[in-house]
């Protein structure tokens, strides 16, 4: 049974380059919920989606925007980029009736130089 | 809104003694609690979690956790820790109800010497 997967393992990007990172959820699970963990942080929620649909978001730019798929997959697009957004970025997922029972991927870094 | 306090940023301890993680919260409504590892160059392991029910909840390694209410707390504990433990912890809290949004404290570095 695979867990949580992310795609790219690591990134390296120009300032106002556009990104985009992916997410597989764990089977069975349909919600899919993105952080971003700067070096030496906890992780901050940016965005939660679930039936396609963002269903809360955190203190994120317009920058930040996503997309989840039919089969529940998602992707994280982050416009502009500024050397601050250079971080580990981390999906996880859960079951629409557990949403707050949370398991993560092992992250995507990017880098911005 | 909630808040996470971890209290400390590293802990060192020799291995088979025992470690508490402080973890503080401050929330105006009910919560849950979750306590999460991340071992280096990894995403974030599920270590235990307090939805409700007992206020003391365990993991399969060892660890413990207790929830105080009273205190806003929800410290985790080993009573013998290995080198193996050695990772970043990071305390959770969530508002009660099926959110999903998770507000994390700033992490504890444990540091298991032999």
């Known amino acids: 049974d695979a867990g949580v997967t992310q795609s790219p393992t690591h990134l390296i990007k120009t300032r106002g380059q556009q990104v985009t990172l992916r997410c597989s959820p764990k089977?069975?699970?349909?919600?899919v919920s993105w952080y971003q963990q700067a070096l030496g942080q906890g992780p901050q929620f940016i965005f939660q989606?679930?039936?396609?649909?963002?269903?809360q978001r955190g203190n994120f730019p317009d920058r930040f925007s996503g997309h989840q798929f039919p089969n529940y997959s998602s992707e994280l697009n982050v416009n502009a980029l500024l050397l601050g957004d250079s971080a580990l970025y981390l999906c996880?997922?859960?079951?629409?009736?557990?949403?707050?029972?949370?398991?993560f991927g092992a992250g995507t870094r990017l880098s911005v130089l | 809104a909630q808040s996470v306090t971890q209290l400390d940023s590293q802990v060192p301890v020799f291995e088979e003694a025992p470690v508490e993680l402080r973890c503080n919260y401050s929330?105006?409504?009910?919560?849950?609690l979750f306590w999460y590892v991340q071992y280096p160059n990894q995403g974030l392991q599920l270590l235990l979690k307090?939805?409700?029910?007992?206020?003391l909840v365990e993991s399969i390694n060892g660890f413990e956790a207790e929830f105080n209410k009273s205190q806003t707390s929800f410290h985790l504990r080993k009573p013998s820790v290995h080198i193996s433990d050695t990772a970043e912890y990071f305390c959770?809290?969530?508002?009660?109800?099926?959110?999903?949004?998770?507000?994390f404290g700033q992490g504890t570095t444990l540091q298991v010497k032999p």
């Open positions: 996880a997922s859960s079951s629409g009736t557990h949403k707050n029972i949370q398991y």
């Open positions: 089977s069975g699970h349909d919600t």
């Open positions: 989606y679930y039936e396609e649909e963002e269903r």
């Open positions: 929330s105006s409504v009910s919560v849950y």
């Open positions: 307090y939805l409700s029910g007992s206020t």
């Open positions: 959770a809290v969530s508002r009660m109800g099926n959110t999903g949004k998770l507000i």
